[in-house]
């Protein structure tokens, strides 16, 4: 890397910085765009162009930020969640992103055409390891998914040691739960900003880079833990509260907006500056809690619920004496054993839920707030299978899709506000890993009385989520030069092809060197078309909705305007 004085070339080395403001929700920064409280995004988006960015129908951020930044959706690299099913059994297992990803970030791509990288904190996503640039996962980032990372490796000791580790511990739940306060999570997640902004800043001013990318996680922690106090609505809304720390949200923006403004003054004018946000962030009601409760009176008829206590000794043909024995294990037997016994039963068996996921016909799997999951215990995929493919598959997603549909809250409204297919939506090596069905649910209903024609009347105690926001499907995505981003219309992008453009940006900034944004825009354009060509057989085979269209340009003859879009077929997901 060629060191740049900083005194007299601020940046000069910079080529397309990339900024990351994971969670914020798009029409609360257009709120405040217009209320001047963020002048540094409304200097970029007033300048440049913007676009939406939709995410996929039922998926939440576990979907969205991977889509984005490998260029492929969720059947091909295999994310949705945080903790998801090990293939081939019932257990679930956490997804890390260094064993389980089957896809690599675009960032790889650009070192490998040659480009300077540095990444800092993306979300959800794969580690590519780089080999000539910097790396840092996991260091200030939003539920940690796995241990703090770099490369080089002696980088993240040295961010410890200057910074400190994480002020959030192992993220916002954990820090809430131990009793820190809304007040001490906003001013922790305030000195993180100042901290990643100081660091990136010095960075900028002291190396060429062709692609420097940094996410701020911290209105993504705010949004989860603190909507109730931005929303004067909220059931759970505290006014003194939000008297005296003001709107968490707003404060939290308009530092992320500070840093914006001193990151772009570090990357030089020359700089391509492109600002993702979302999938933002609305007030949060889920079913989540009782949707296994739905399930299980479904499986079960009209019954109360499935029994969930396996049959006695006795009950099946056993000896008394095998009984006795039981009774006296269970009496006299010390805990160390017990443990011991249970851990070796549980490493053969499976635990009870293991075993209740393998009798049902169909059972719910940890799944993001916004919807449910359901996944069928399907013959030939799951270990011990009772649907059979095909005929009685269909039936049953029919069977579950009508009749969640009757089930009412006290108030009568819907619970379900659409179902999702994803066999019908998605595609890919790694769809068999996916649920095989998502329950978006209405946010305007309340889930603690439930009744329907099928379930009869169901009553539960479930406690308010912790998190009083949760994700919307809304994004967006700006562009601090002009790059035709807008000129095929208006619809919102999806990940994948938000992902394709933001990689195409960065690759041709790395071809065409320091460029006018008219040379960039073309070589741009040029990459995107290269790197989605060899897809254009496969998505005549088989086009996918979530993918409607991938866009590459034409350069005019007659000047440097865009002026013409040629349209190519979908591309699967």
């Not at 930044?69 to 260094?98: A, E, N, W």
């Not at 169909?362 to 215990?377: K, M």
Request: aromatic share 6%; proline share 7%; net charge positive.
């Amino acid at each position: 890397a060629r060191c740049v004085d900083q005194a007299t070339d601020p940046g000069a080395g910079v080529r397309a910085r990339l900024v990351w403001l994971s969670a914020v929700e798009p029409r609360l920064a257009h709120r405040w765009i217009g209320e001047k409280r963020l002048p540094a995004l409304e200097r970029l988006a007033s300048n440049g162009e913007s676009r939406a960015i939709q995410n996929f129908p039922g998926f939440g951020d576990g979907g969205f930020w991977p889509s984005l930044t490998t260029c492929s959706g969720p059947g091909h690299h295999g994310r949705y969640y945080f903790t998801q099913l090990v293939p081939g059994t019932y257990r679930l297992r956490d997804f890390t992103p260094g064993r389980d990803f089957d896809a690599t970030p675009f960032w790889a791509d650009v070192e490998r055409a040659g480009g300077r990288v540095a990444v800092v904190d993306m979300v959800r996503s794969p580690i590519a390891r780089l080999r000539r640039g910097i790396e840092v996962a996991n260091w200030m980032v939003h539920d940690p998914d796995s241990p703090a990372y770099s490369s080089p490796s002696n980088l993240i000791r040295e961010l410890h040691a200057r910074f400190g580790p994480d002020p959030l511990g192992h993220g916002s739940d954990q820090f809430v739960r131990d009793g820190g306060s809304l007040e001490a999570l906003l001013a922790a997640c305030e000195s993180r900003v100042v901290a990643k902004t100081q660091w990136a800043t010095e960075r900028l001013r002291a190396e060429e880079w062709d692609l420097f990318a940094v996410t701020f996680h911290d209105a993504h922690d705010i949004g989860h833990m603190c909507w109730h106090l931005h929303d004067p609505s909220h059931p759970r809304h505290d006014r003194e509260e939000r008297l005296r720390l003001g709107d968490p949200l707003l404060r939290i923006c308009e530092r992320m907006d500070e840093s914006l403004a001193t990151l772009r003054e570090a990357a030089g004018s020359e700089a391509l500056t492109i600002v993702i946000t979302g999938p933002g962030m609305e007030a949060n009601r889920t079913g989540n809690a009782a949707l296994p409760h739905l399930l299980a009176r479904l499986a079960a008829g009209t019954a109360p619920a499935i029994p969930t206590s396996r049959p006695t000794a006795v009950g099946n043909g056993q000896e008394p004496s095998v009984s006795w024995l039981r009774r006296a294990y269970r009496e006299y037997a010390p805990r160390s054993l017990k443990q011991l016994a249970r851990s070796a039963r549980e490493s053969v068996q499976g635990t009870d839920d293991e075993r209740a996921r393998a009798a049902a016909p169909w059972f719910a799997v940890p799944y993001n707030d916004d919807s449910g999951a359901i996944r069928l215990n399907l013959v030939g995929r799951e270990p011990r299978g009772r649907i059979r493919p095909g005929t009685d598959q269909q039936r049953a997603l029919d069977g579950l899709c009508e009749a969640l549909a009757e089930v009412r809250d006290e108030h009568g409204q819907p619970i379900v506000k659409e179902f999702i297919r994803i066999a019908d939506t998605m595609s890919g090596p790694r769809l068999r890993q996916l649920p095989d069905l998502l329950v978006s649910w209405n946010r305007n209903a309340v889930f603690n009385s439930l009744h329907s024609p099928r379930i009869g009347h169901l009553q539960l105690s479930l406690q308010d989520p912790a998190r009083t926001g949760d994700h919307t499907r809304r994004g967006e995505l700006i562009v601090s030069d002009a790059c035709g981003l807008r000129a095929d219309g208006s619809d919102a992008l999806d990940p994948v092809t938000a992902g394709r453009f933001v990689r195409g940006l960065s690759l041709a900034r790395t071809e065409s060197g320091r460029g006018t944004a008219s040379r960039t825009t073309r070589a741009g354009w040029r990459a995107a078309e290269r790197t989605t060509g060899g897809a254009r057989q496969a998505a005549r085979d088989r086009p996918s909705p979530c993918i409607r269209t991938v866009f590459v340009h034409r350069p005019s003859r007659n000047g440097d305007s865009i002026t013409r879009l040629s349209w190519l077929p979908a591309v699967n997901v």
